[in-house]
Nanobody, 124 residues
C-alpha cells in the first residue's frame, strides 16, 4: 500500500513553469506505476501523464505533449511532473495516483491510491 502526497502547486503566469512532486509513503513504491490526473473547475477529472514502474515508459495526453515531463525516483519514492509553457487551460487541481499495473493507463479506475491534490493556477 502507498499513500501519495502531492506538492509544488501554485500560481504562475502563462508561459511559466512549475514542478509538481508526489511523495508516496510505503516500502513498495517501485511495485506501482504512477499517474497524474487533473480536474479543472466544472470539468471531469482527466488523465495527464503516466510512468511505468521502472520509469522506462511514459505517455501523455495530447494536450501536454512536448510541454510536460513525468519522471520518477524510486530511491526517493517520488514521482514528478515538470510543467513548462503553462497555459491558462492547464489550471486545475492535479492529482497523483498509484496503479498496480506495470504501466498505468489513462482511466481513473486503473489507479488504486490517490493523493488529495494540489492546485495549479495559470494566469493569462
Amino acid at each position: 500500500q502507498v499513500q501519495p502526497v502531492e506538492s509544488g502547486g501554485g500560481l504562475v503566469q502563462a508561459g511559466g513553469s512549475l514542478r509538481l512532486a508526489c511523495a508516496a509513503s510505503g516500502r513498495t513504491f517501485d511495485n506501482y506505476s504512477m499517474g497524474w490526473f487533473r480536474r479543472a473547475p466544472g470539468e471531469e477529472r482527466e488523465f495527464v501523464a503516466a510512468v511505468s514502474r521502472s520509469g522506462g515508459l511514459t505517455f501523455y495526453t495530447d494536450s501536454v505533449k512536448g510541454r510536460f515531463t513525468i519522471s520518477r525516483d524510486n530511491a526517493k519514492s517520488t514521482v514528478y511532473l515538470q510543467m513548462n509553457s503553462l497555459e491558462p487551460e492547464d489550471t486545475a487541481v492535479y492529482y497523483c495516483a498509484a496503479s498496480l499495473a506495470v504501466v498505468g493507463g489513462t482511466r481513473s479506475s486503473e489507479y488504486r491510491y490517490w493523493g488529495q491534490g494540489t492546485q495549479v493556477t495559470v494566469s493569462s
